[in-house]
């Protein structure tokens, strides 16, 4: 099956297609030449999620999914959340990792979690799924693995952080993983 993951960032384009069965191909909106950016202008991941799928679908007429992530810290009534990305206001990872520690600066509770919902259009019919992994935002960055926030973030049980997990190790407990297994269990029950 043709797949168009309906994203432009090639690390979570990337994380996906290694943990794909063979029967399902991957198209990123690169791939398919689409290089406009998709306005996020949803409330929630599941709203962000649904905008850019639709209107890949739209454009396109082919089965795609798209995925919006956040990063949810306790301490912080929930923020970063669905403005994850565009935290600091300049879309750059190590502005919103800087912003994120600040703020957490005199906070004890560091109780976070990650959470991808993934938006699916597959024959004009919409589903959901999504995925979550808890953990704790540590004090400073460590490893150079993966994007985002990843420098910050141990998963429970977990001594290292997503960036210094091999992308492997990450792909076992991510919550895009989660929600990556369910799209997969998804389409293979079409």
Do not use: W
């Not at 996020?40 to 007429?61: F, Q, R, V």
């Not at 919103?96 to 699916?120: D, G, H, P, T, W």
């Amino acid at each position: 099956m043709e797949l168009i993951f309906a994203s432009h960032n090639e690390n979570k384009v990337k994380e996906i297609r290694s943990v794909l069965p063979d029967s399902i191909q991957l198209l990123s909106l690169n791939d398919i030449g689409f290089h406009q950016e998709i306005e996020e202008t949803g409330s929630t991941l599941e709203e962000n999620s649904k905008i850019k799928a639709e209107t890949i679908y739209k454009e396109t007429g082919k089965n795609v999914f798209a995925d919006d992530s956040g990063l949810f810290v306790e301490a912080l009534n929930g923020d970063p959340g669905v403005f994850s990305s565009r935290y600091a206001g300049t879309g750059n990872s190590e502005d919103n990792i800087k912003k994120l520690l600040n703020e957490l600066n005199s906070k004890e509770i560091r109780k976070a979690y990650f959470q991808s919902v993934f938006c699916i259009i597959i024959d004009g019919e919409i589903h959901y799924v999504s995925g979550e992994v808890h953990g704790e935002i540590i004090n400073e960055p460590r490893g150079n693995q993966g994007f985002g926030y990843d420098p910050i973030f141990v998963a429970d049980g977990h001594e290292k952080t997503f960036g210094e997990l091999d992308p492997a190790q990450k792909n076992q407990i991510s919550h895009r993983f989660k929600a990556v297994q369910k799209l997969i269990n998804f389409i293979g029950n079409l």
